[in-house]
């Protein structure tokens, strides 16, 4: 088979048909809906990948993805309640984030993770990616904002990419 016809990108085909079959349903008809969409797509957007993205352990984005899942629950219920208490004032914040990752792809699902997760959002990436700008909602201290991102995220992510 021509290269150009093959898979350009294997696990973003796979990872596109397992979303479609998780929102579509897992009728004939949808699987093979599935299977073209996750084909057609990767080709489409080959372009738009300079580089291949390489991940060196994928089997580690499993219990990432279940910690980020967790992590988004318990984080908004958090905001939940700091929103509708009307004791305390929120203390928001920006905090710079220095990144010991050097993967772009990691970095950018750290940021995407940040941006995911309530309460937090990824402001900003430096130009040399080494420093993520972060906005928060509630920041009592800076420094727990960073070891928590750093030891939860960018270990894991580390992992993953390097």
Request: hydrophobic share 50%; net charge neutral.
């Amino acid at each position: 088979m021509n290269a150009r016809f093959g898979l350009p990108h294997p696990l973003l085909s796979f990872t596109l048909f397992l979303v479609w079959l998780m929102l579509a349903g897992a009728s004939a008809a949808f699987i093979v809906v599935g299977l073209i969409l996750a084909w057609i797509l990767p080709l489409l957007t080959r372009e738009f990948w300079p580089d291949k993205p390489t991940i060196r352990k994928p089997w580690k984005l499993v219990p990432y993805v279940l910690k980020v899942i967790l992590d988004i629950v318990i984080a908004s219920i958090s905001v939940a309640r700091l929103v509708l208490s009307f004791r305390r004032e929120p203390q928001p914040a920006f905090v710079c984030y220095h990144l010991t990752m050097t993967h772009p792809m990691g970095i950018t699902m750290l940021a995407s993770t940040i941006s995911l997760t309530p309460g937090t959002v990824s402001a900003d990436v430096s130009d040399d990616h080494k420093l993520l700008l972060i906005h928060a909602v509630d920041v009592s201290d800076d420094q727990d904002l960073i070891e928590t991102i750093h030891n939860r995220y960018e270990k894991a992510l580390m992992e993953v990419f390097q």
